[in-house]
């Protein structure tokens, strides 16, 4: 069955401070895997994918996230934390032999940045 | 400016009525998505379509039904069969580049419905 992973529930940083969060999948073939942030009472924003070639993907905001295969992972990661940051975070994998294109996501990761 | 809009923003329903979400969206995407977000449960798909006339149900359709008459459109409407419809609706469309689809989804900024 095809799954998405956020082990951590809340992840906290001091402002300044890297972040990571955890996405780890599995799915039966090759992925496309994608990052979203969801502020309060709002819809989902895209900050980037994964299709294919260089494992270190830049996105929007400064993010970034790295695709290891063997690991199945895709952290999402910025250098230096903002308090505007803080949000909800998603991880979302696409079964390239999926047909409708039906993204199967985690179940968020809250972060909160502090002063 | 493109993008998709939900409406109502907040709704009540009562006791054995059906409620009908609207998704309208302006950016000439072919394929539109519903989704229910749960605390802690991430977004479970309840219908997509990918092309005018058609829909699939996803993993979550029982007490719902939509229709897609037009491109732009794709309403949603809660049954009274649904009997725990409290949650949080969000509207989603792409881009359908058939089996490899690598395009992002774009969100609404969401319904959230409430039982009276």
């Known amino acids: 069955a095809q799954s998405v992973a956020q082990p951590e529930d809340q992840v906290n940083v001091a402002e300044g401070n890297p972040l990571t969060v955890k996405c780890t999948y599995s799915v039966s073939g090759n992925p496309y895997l994608f990052w979203y942030v969801q502020y309060p009472n709002r819809g989902l924003q895209f900050l980037l994918k994964?299709?294919?070639?260089?494992?270190l993907v830049k996105g929007s905001y400064g993010f970034e996230a790295e695709f290891n295969k063997s690991q199945t992972s895709f952290h999402l990661k910025k250098p230096s934390a903002l308090v505007s940051d803080s949000a909800l975070y998603f991880c979302a994998v696409r079964d390239r032999d999926n047909q409708g294109g039906k993204l199967i996501f985690g179940q968020g990761t809250e972060l909160s940045v502090k002063p | 400016d493109g993008g998709i809009t939900q409406s109502p923003k907040y709704l009540f329903r009562k006791e054995g009525q059906n409620v009908t979400l609207s998704c309208e969206q302006n950016l000439n995407h072919d394929a539109m998505y519903w989704y229910r977000q749960d605390p802690g449960q991430g977004l479970r798909l309840i219908y997509y379509?990918?092309?005018?006339?058609?829909?699939q149900k996803g993993d979550i359709a029982e007490g719902y039904s939509v229709s897609r008459e037009k491109k732009e459109s794709f309403p949603l409407t809660v049954t009274s069969a649904q009997k725990n419809p409290t949650a949080f609706y969000l509207c989603a469309s792409s881009i359908w580049q058939g089996h490899d689809n690598n395009q992002p989804q774009h969100f609404g900024d969401g319904t959230r419905l409430s039982i009276l």
């Open positions: 379509s990918q092309i005018v006339n058609d829909f």
């Open positions: 994964y299709i294919t070639g260089d494992n």
